[in-house]
């Protein structure tokens, strides 16, 4: 099993509250990716990291923000959560063609 | 169009059945082809990995690839109820951008 991990696993939240969605690994990749995956749809990547101190956003506009001061840590932020961010965070950090996913963060925003 | 297009499902087959899940795609820059496993409440695992047309085997499983008809293949043998879960396509190009399908939820029925 991968060593990635998302925390919190459920976070439901009211409108205008400002959220950080944790993810960690353990196995020393450069890269790490979050997605959106809402039911029936395909993952959308909306922020990408190559390494330390590098960040990009991927191809599904988001309001979020991340960060990689470590590796081993891609933490992403809601400055601002509102009902249309309701939906599954998926984090990966990937090593050649293979990506590995954490469990994911399931949010409601009420 | 859609880059990648994959019938979501449901799909339920008896215990011992022979699956089949398919993608298509539009963008022949595509190269590296994947199909990747999620539980419920899971993030996606990668199953089967592949760069060539053809098959290729893993025990029960068998990914197919024709790159002349955008057209991608799994096939589960000897289906058991261990096997339901959403398969999800994923296509990446030589220069590492991944894009993934919507998944196919699969039941496998004892």
């Known amino acids: 099993e991968a060593d990635i991990y998302q925390t919190p696993r459920y976070l439901v939240i009211g409108t205008g509250k400002k959220i950080t969605l944790e993810c960690s690994q353990t196995?020393?990749?450069?890269?790490m990716y979050w997605y959106q995956q809402d039911p029936g749809m395909e993952l959308h990547l909306i922020h990408y990291s190559y390494g330390v101190n590098s960040t990009e956003k991927g191809d599904l506009s988001s309001e979020s923000t991340v960060s990689r001061i470590r590796t081993e840590h891609f933490p992403l932020t809601l400055e601002s959560a509102r009902p249309s961010h309701t939906s599954q965070y998926l984090c990966?950090?990937?090593?050649?063609?293979?990506?590995?996913f954490g469990p994911g963060t399931r949010l409601t925003v009420l | 169009q859609k880059e990648v297009e994959q019938d979501p499902g449901p799909l339920s087959v008896p215990e011992g059945a022979i699956v089949s899940l398919n993608c298509t795609y539009s963008?022949?820059?595509?190269?590296?082809f994947m199909w990747y496993r999620q539980y419920s409440r899971k993030g996606p695992e990668l199953l089967m990995y592949t760069y060539s047309s053809g098959n290729k085997e893993d025990g029960r499983f068998t990914a197919q690839v024709d790159k002349s008809s955008k057209y991608i293949s799994l096939f589960i043998r000897d289906s058991q109820p261990s096997d339901s879960a959403t398969y999800l396509c994923a296509l990446k190009t030589s220069y590492d951008k991944v894009i993934f399908g919507p998944g196919t939820s699969l039941s496998v029925i004892p």
């Open positions: 196995m020393g990749h450069d890269k």
């Open positions: 990966a950090s990937s090593v050649g063609d293979e990506q590995f």
């Open positions: 963008n022949s820059a595509f190269q590296y």
